[in-house]
């Protein structure tokens, strides 16, 4: 069985990073999910679906161990870098703008 190891992305409708701090195990799909034809529901064959998203792990070692031990194979996608850029009150009232003055090197090179 494959997993999928990562770190959630906070939700573009929070302003917070809530459910963003632990690592997440994901089980790919074995079998596809069909529409059942006398309710209309999406059902899935295997029961290992029913956790998706489910199986949470405080570190990525812990999460590897994990399915180490279950036999799975896994890939690990590591979360992107969040950068903040330092900034400055008084940068919003200065003749020329620091964001100004990167411009301009971006666009001289």
């Given at each position: 069985?494959r997993v999928r190891i990562y770190k959630p ?99 001289s090179r």
């Amino acid at each position: 069985m494959r997993v999928r190891i990562y770190k959630p992305t906070k939700s573009a409708m929070q302003s917070g990073r809530a459910g963003t701090r632990e690592w997440v195990i994901e089980t790919e799909p074995a079998t596809p999910r069909l529409p059942e034809s006398l309710m209309g529901w999406v059902s899935a064959g295997d029961t290992m679906s029913e956790l998706r998203g489910r199986m949470c792990f405080a570190t990525a070692d812990e999460a590897v161990a994990f399915a180490a031990r279950q036999g799975w194979d896994y890939t690990i996608e590591e979360p992107a870098v969040r950068r903040i850029p330092p900034r400055n009150y008084l940068d919003n009232f200065r003749i020329t703008r620091p964001e100004d003055e990167e411009r301009k090197l971006s666009e001289s090179r």
